[in-house]
């Protein structure tokens, strides 16, 4: 993600334009992708970004270009984390009758802040449709509980959110994240065969099964590279962190610990390694 750049506003498809979220940094890349879903003068828009002020002039500005308008339908939120739901208060500040827009998410307790009793509440399976694209939600937790990513029929493509990046991978947080749970939504997503991704950050995916499958190899690569430390003696994430994580900038391996803890916990619960105090051992 480190260095990548991407067009502030983009048309991917001929119902999916994207508008970067302005919020560059080394988790997000370029900053997050937030999008313009449909072919009417009310597309829906998927995610919001942080609510940094360069945002919503770019925001306007795609819908005059691209729609020849200034409303939207519905916002579509895929899960909580702050570069996703932040803009939420600017643009519905921004908008005619705010107080009346639909802002569609699942719910998650404790974590969607001012906006839980704005919330209209969707789940699994839910269909939103627009005049020229129909979404689908699928929950898809392990990077956050409340996770969905949303289907779209007219192009067999899948808004993955954060389950699946342009470039790079996902985190696991220590707060909603469970490596089981991940690898469980991709290999739904891989079983639904899509065709194209749309990612929260980078570039858009064209060849999204090969994409899927890839991710999945590389986090059974980690994991055996875990099994294999652990044989060795090498017992602390510290010390995995700087094996596994040699070619990676230093000030990332904050965030590559967090990952190994993900595969750790998943490990334990399946009986395979155990925690001795600060180290950890194989079963």
């Not at 991917?12 to 560059?24: D, H, I, K």
């Amino acid at each position: 993600m480190i260095g990548l750049r991407m067009p502030d506003i983009d048309r991917w498809s001929e119902r999916v334009v994207t508008v970067l979220g302005q919020n560059p940094g080394p988790f997000t890349g370029p900053g997050t992708n937030t999008y313009l879903v449909g072919t009417s003068q009310r597309p829906l828009l998927l995610d919001t970004g942080q609510g940094v002020p360069a945002y919503l002039p770019l925001l306007v500005q795609a819908l005059a270009e691209h729609h020849r308008s200034q409303e939207l339908q519905a916002i579509v939120l895929t899960h909580a984390h702050l570069d996703h739901l932040g803009g939420c208060e600017q643009v519905l500040g921004w908008v005619e009758d705010g107080a009346a827009l639909p802002v569609l998410k699942r719910p998650w307790p404790g974590m969607d802040g001012g906006l839980a009793d704005r919330l209209s509440a969707i789940d699994d399976g839910h269909t939103i449709e627009t005049e020229g694209a129909t979404l689908r939600a699928i929950h898809c937790p392990g990077h956050a509980e409340d996770h969905l990513c949303y289907w779209l029929d007219e192009e067999r493509a899948v808004f993955t959110g954060d389950v699946v990046l342009g470039a790079g991978t996902t985190v696991i947080p220590e707060h909603g994240g469970d490596l089981a749970d991940y690898m469980s939504s991709l290999r739904r997503l891989l079983a639904l065969e899509p065709e194209v991704i749309y990612p929260a950050h980078g570039p858009v995916i064209r060849d999204a099964k090969e994409k899927i499958g890839e991710y999945i190899r590389h986090r059974e690569l980690r994991e055996q590279q875990i099994l294999e430390l652990l044989s060795r003696s090498v017992t602390s994430v510290a010390a995995m962190v700087k094996h596994m994580y040699a070619d990676v900038p230093e000030f990332l391996h904050a965030a590559a610990a967090t990952s190994v803890r993900a595969h750790l916990r998943k490990l334990e619960r399946e009986g395979r390694v155990r925690a001795d105090g600060e180290a950890w051992v194989l079963a």
